[in-house]
């Protein structure tokens, strides 16, 4: 993949600040509203059960803002382009601004509901349906509440002006990936496309016209995965990956990309957007070093060291005792060297990257800019 594809000017303050200039003189969207699970989390998991730990945030914010990251996620990179302000989340009870659209996205959501409790699964409450279910309460509240004088409330009328982000599906495929191995996940997965594509239509209802659904990442080249998933030597492909879970998610994103452009057909005046996350993010985990980084398949922020740096017992920013010692998930300093930020989820020097990528090439179908005139 040509490097000169990616290539942005750097300083970022000045992107942002420029998109605002232009947005202000009619920019295609006015809001974001997303649906997803940690990957682009803003921080609506933590203001349900409290408990935000450091280094997370160390990059941008400086301090820990909600994001499984050291800072700014692709939703918020996004929020940049378009020059509108980070997006809120629905569950943040104290600060928020919803003039700009919400967040419903929560760590650890599914498209499907989970059968089980989150102490027990490990799987948000805050499931797709669920995420659904706040959005109508969320415009009802919208249309009964608003007057010209609201200050953290938009008007009416933004549904219809709004761009509406997926990121989601990652835990349905990976919850019981170790336990049941791909051939005991391949049969749930019609039903996640399922899910997502009825929340496409649901949103359609409502007034939504401009869907931008990203697809699965390469779950076979994150650290966690690469320590928790039962593999042989011979699963191993030349960039260290796990080829087969890779193939099963390829799979999957071949299907979620035929629905999404069935769904497209059937929605007069919609854009539906098949966002091929997948492939940019692979592109960094085997070449991390052509696009200005260092390691790929080893976590900046984790305990262990070796070969992924990462511990399943001590996540980012914790300590435990085990084995009459005390272990400590810490960052590395350079968290911009990075690929992978705790084993699960991206820095924000890949996040970055990502969006690059997807706003400057060939990563859409149908193609898909952010206009502004």
Known sequence: MSRRLWVVPAAVVLVALWATILCEAGCDFEAIFNFGDSNSDTGGFWWAFPKAPPPNGMTYFKHPAGRASDGRLVIDFIAERIGIPYVSPYLKSIGSDYRHGANFATLASTARLPQTSLFVSGLSPFALPIQLAQMNHFKTIVENLYTQESTNLPSPDIFGKSLYTFNIGQNDFTSDLAKNGIPGVKPILPEVISQITGAVKNLYALGGRAFFVQNLAPIGCYPSFLVELPHGDKDIDEFGCLFPYNNAVVEYNNML????????????????????????????????????????????????????????????????????????????????????????HATEAANKIVVDAIFGGDFTDPPFKINCS
């Open 257 to 344: 990309h035929d629905a999404l452009n069935q769904t497209g057909q059937e929605l007069p005046d919609a854009k539906v957007i098949y966002v091929d996350y997948h492939k940019v993010l692979l592109e960094l985990f085997q070449h991390p070093t052509s696009h200005g980084l260092k390691y790929g398949t080893v976590a900046c922020c984790g305990n262990g060291g070796g070969r992924y740096n990462f511990n399943p017992k001590v996540f980012c920013g914790s300590t435990k005792f085990i084995n009459n010692q005390n272990l400590t998930a810490s960052a590395c300093d350079d968290p911009e060297n990075y690929v992978s930020w705790d084993g699960i």
